[in-house]
């Protein structure tokens, strides 16, 4: 079987990242790059920091339409935006030329709960295209869904959840420090929040709703609040800058209401250099079940890598996968690649042979 064949769509924080990780890797190829500017032209592996080529040939960084054709990869990863809606137009465009697509767009975690007709719209031209579809992360996708989930296989019944997670945002790029306010005042927090440009945490939504599917609940309600974390020092991250007295992250809460009771609560305060202050992060799951569980981690699974890994341990999931739009329960219990990624694919599911 032929090497893994991926073209990465977005070389920024994520997206590079990403493409560093399968460098390293057996049995996988990057076939091709994506990005805007003056990255265009350029060979991939000068473009993005730290990444080593080796003895693997160039790959020159072009427009969608110069690298996105019929045959030329097994899979594309998409990081570009956070929400269904931006990234709609590029998982399409993936899709009618043939190709699995993965993305690390928040909202696409389970793009049912906030843009079902968007949702159904990419399930469709998934199965159309006798492809898969499917957006994660470290969260949504991972720790405040996934893993809680997994922990109610241990439990006769489940009577409410509590997914925490304090994380640092300061592995994140430009367009995650735009989305939590970072550097901000107090004020324009409190008039983006007023006229619902404030984004804050993008994947509550998604989250609840995949567990709720999950478990089989019929989620009535869901809701959402944030309030400003303030900084009383300066805050300096590698994409993102806060001085003392300005915003440096948001402090998230979200709620489901199934059969008229309060089953889920979410709670994220996420800012950066959270240590410069003394706050230590850590993630969390309490379920109120038969038998209880309370699950501590400390520090935080690391957001940045995590986001990263996920992605990239999920590609041979995605090009498996049944044809149409997928979320992480969907797919078999994701896990670190230390072999060969062809080994794990499924020779009938490979598009390039």
């Known amino acids: 079987m032929k090497n893994v064949k991926v073209i990465l769509w977005g070389l920024g924080a994520m997206g590079g990242g990403i493409g560093k990780m399968l460098a390293k890797k057996k049995g996988v190829d990057i076939v091709g790059g994506i990005d805007i500017g003056d990255k265009i032209g350029k060979n991939l592996y000068d473009v993005v920091p730290g990444i080593q080529q080796g003895d693997r040939p160039d790959v020159i960084v072009g427009t969608p339409e110069d690298v996105i054709v019929p045959g030329a990869a097994d899979v594309v990863v998409v990081c570009t935006n956070s929400f269904t809606k931006d990234v709609y137009d590029k998982l399409v465009f993936v899709m009618e030329k043939g190709m699995n697509v993965i993305t690390s767009a928040e909202e696409m975690a389970y793009p049912q709960a906030q843009e079902p007709e968007l949702a159904k719209k990419l399930d469709e031209c998934a ?30 019944e489940v009577n409410h959840i509590t997914s925490r997670r304090v994380n640092s945002l300061s592995p994140f790029g430009p367009a995650v420090m735009e989305e939590q306010g970072i550097g901000i005042s107090v004020d324009e927090f409190n008039a983006r929040k007023a006229d619902g440009t404030m984004a804050g945490h993008v994947g509550f939504a998604e989250s609840v709703g995949m567990m709720c599917e999950a478990l089989g609940w019929k989620l009535d309600e869901f809701g959402q609040d944030m309030e400003p974390i303030v900084t009383d020092v300066d805050r300096k991250s590698p994409y993102g800058f806060a001085p003392a007295g300005s915003v440096a992250g948001v402090a998230m809460k979200g709620w489901g209401i199934v059969d008229g009771e309060r089953k889920l ?12 202050v003394g706050v230590d992060t850590g993630d969390y799951v309490i379920l109120d079940a038969v038998p209880p569980v309370n699950m501590a981690n400390s520090p935080e699974i690391e957001g940045g890598i995590g986001t990263m890994a996920m992605i990239m341990n999920c590609i041979p999931h995605v090009i498996n996968a049944k044809p149409g739009l997928r979320t992480m329960i969907d797919i078999p219990v994701p896990h670190a690649i230390m072999g060969d990624f062809r080994d794990l694919i499924d020779e009938d599911k490979k598009l390039v042979k």
Request: aromatic content about 2%; glycine content about 10%; charged content about 20%.
């Open 127 to 156: 199965k159309k295209n006798g492809v898969s579809v499917m957006g994660t992360g470290i969260n949504p996708g991972l720790i405040m869904d996934l893993l809680v989930i997994l922990w109610t296989a241990a439990c006769e």
């Open 265 to 276: 609560d979410m709670d994220h305060p996420q800012q950066i250099e959270p240590e410069q």
